[in-house]
């Protein structure tokens, strides 16, 4: 193979790592953001310019995150942008006069309405030299561009990064927040087990679990109050705590991770809901304890559902706080739900949806198609959506 050929085997393999990171983004055709518009507004006062964008370069068009303009579209294609350029060094690009640009000359953007003459640009990276994309500056006439500027236009491309970086951490925490969620039901052959947890933010304060042998399932839904990485930390504590309790009786459960707990929620002023049950899979007795949750049922084939009550307080309320246990059971057939107030969301907002959300279940072919409908209503939700949806369906087979 000759030198050309093995350069141009390299840069392709360069330019897809480029894209794949531009795609892990999640930020394509995303709406405006105001962390980022923030950046643009301060670039176009900074510099006394027109136009100050944060631009992302896929495969074939460049996208603009910042800012979203009335009537003007969000996407151009690559061969026409100017930061497709950019990308492709790792040096701030700078263009006095685009009309005396060979690289530029030719592109729509200086022969067309926008007229554009004065171009800088600061290529935007994730600390691995895959470069996603730019923050740029533009100007309908000619003009210079010192190393002051320079170096102020690199600070700002530094404080995008930042931003760009947060989105990253978050997506990665969000794959590990949804891979600790259970996947499997071992040893349960008259049982099956499904759940959703979906965040209204990348991640979120809810959280679910299930595990237990062949005579038992346990089972714990919480809900932190807070929302984004905040409630995340929580519930990860929340979580950390009951699975260290694995097969205590339900109330001295809820006790002990309440007095583990209830300094640091008081320290952060949060507290948490949660609904922790352990089912007998011989008989279908469900014993539980509710912290001040209060959306868990019992859904009977064609009776009402019966609503399993709180039986004290959140934890992290009060130090010493008290649980009672209560008991229901599932007969052949019946079906338990346990789920978050971002459920009822879907509906009007208040526990008279219990009744809808009972339906679902009790229509719904398994507790996987019922999971998967509550997860089809919250995606046609979403854009409205100010709180997580976690929903866990069990159901004792006939």
């Given at each position: 193979m000759g030198l050309g050929a093995q350069e141009t085997r390299i840069d392709d393999d360069f330019e897809r790592l480029r894209v794949a990171a531009v795609e892990r983004l999640d930020l394509l055709d995303t709406p405006a953001e105001e962390r980022f518009d923030r950046i643009t507004r301060i670039a176009r006062e900074l510099f006394d310019v027109p136009v100050a964008e944060i631009n992302l370069i896929d495969d074939e068009r460049q996208f603009t995150k910042s800012p979203h303009l009335p009537g003007k579209a969000t996407s151009i294609?690559?061969?026409?942008?100017?930061?497709e350029i950019t990308v492709r060094q790792p040096d701030i690009v700078v263009v006095p006069d685009a009309t005396k640009d060979a690289r530029f000359s030719d592109r729509s953007p200086v022969s067309d309405e926008r007229h554009?003459?004065?171009?800088?640009?600061r290529p935007l990276s994730l600390g691995d030299d895959l470069r996603v994309g730019t923050l740029c500056l533009v100007d309908t006439v000619p003009r210079e561009f010192g190393p002051e500027q320079r170096r102020l236009l690199d600070e700002m491309g530094q404080w995008v990064e930042r931003e760009l970086q947060d989105t990253a951490d978050l997506d990665r925490a969000a794959e590990v927040q949804q891979g600790l969620l259970p996947q499997d039901q071992p040893g349960w052959p008259d049982f099956e087990v499904a759940g959703i947890c979906l965040p209204a933010k990348t991640v979120g304060g809810d959280y679910y679990a299930w595990h237990g042998d062949g005579s038992s399932i346990e089972l714990t839904l919480a809900d932190v109050m807070g929302k984004g990485a905040a409630g995340a930390i929580l519930a990860a504590a929340v979580r950390a705590a009951f699975q260290s309790r694995t097969g205590d009786d339900v109330v001295g459960a809820v006790e002990a991770v309440n007095t583990q707990l209830a300094d640091d929620l008081g320290v952060v002023g949060s507290f948490a809901t949660l609904f922790h049950a352990v089912i007998d899979t011989a008989s279908g007795r469900v014993d539980y304890a509710d912290a001040g949750h209060g959306l868990s049922a019992i859904v009977r084939s064609g009776a009402p559902a019966e609503r399993l009550e709180a039986t004290g307080l959140p934890i992290g309320i009060v130090a010493a706080g008290e649980w009672t246990r209560g008991s229901a059971t599932l007969e052949p057939g019946d079906r338990l739900v346990s789920f978050t107030d971002g459920v009822l969301d879907l509906f009007d907002g208040t526990l008279a949806s219990l009744d809808e959300v009972a339906a679902?279940?009790?229509?719904?072919?398994?507790?996987?198609?019922?999971?998967a409908r509550f997860a089809e209503l919250a995606a046609s939700a979403r854009s409205r959506a100010s709180d997580d949806v976690t929903v866990v369906v069990v159901s004792r087979r006939p």
């Open positions: 294609a690559r061969i026409d942008s100017f930061c554009v003459r004065f171009y800088a640009g679902i279940v009790r229509d719904a072919s398994s507790p996987h198609a019922a999971v």
